[in-house]
Every structure is written in structure tokens, then in C-alpha cells.
């Protein structure tokens, strides 16, 4: 964020930087309706969501760039005991799913030198 907020005024949106992918990391993204990998929508309710699909972005190749005068906010923190009551199941749940999931990507991208 640091960084970002350094960055000098420009004319207009621009790609200021690239960032390597990391896990785990759920980044906001801007991308064209068509060749992104599509949402797994096996995925349910809570966690490993946007990290999946952030992952297979990267297996496939795709770069993650920052733009210069783009941002999203998030208001508020999530706090402890604030989850609803089936938030640990589904997070174990998503946990397992995930892991197959890094594995079918070895199988979708077998050229791929990436992993997650």
C-alpha cells in the first residue's frame, strides 16, 4: 500500500507496477470477460474463493499488475466470534476442496512451471 501511495500523479490510469503472485493472496482484479479461467464455483460460502481463482490465474500464466489511480476499499475488520456459527466447517470444507484443486491444476496446466 506504501508503495501505491508514493507513486506521483499521472495524466491517466496506467500500469504502475507488477507484483508476483503470493500465498496466500485474494487480490481485487480487473480482467476482460473473455481467456481469464473461469470462477470454481465448487467453492462455497466461506474462504479459498478468490485465493483459488487467484491461484489459477497464476498457473495459467497471467501477471498481476497495480494500477496508478485505481483503488477498492474495504470498510471495517473482521473480529473474532463475528463469523456466523457454520464459518469453521465450511473454511475446513474449502480447505480440503482446495487442495484437490491445486492438484487438478497440475493436470489443466502441465507445462505450467507455477504452482501454488
Known sequence: FGRWRELPPG?????AYEVPWR????P?????ARGVPPF????LQYGF???SQACELHVAGFRFAVLDGAFVTHSGFKEPG????GREAELGSNRRLFRR???ELRLRYPGSPRRC
Open 11 to 15: 495524466p491517466g490510469l496506467r500500469v
Open 23 to 26: 500465498d496466500p493472496w485474494e
Open 28 to 32: 481485487f482484479y480487473v480482467a476482460p
Open 40 to 43: 470454481d464455483e465448487r467453492f
Open 49 to 51: 474463493n478468490r485465493i
Open 82 to 85: 463475528g463469523f456466523h456459527q
Open 101 to 103: 484443486f491445486r492438484q
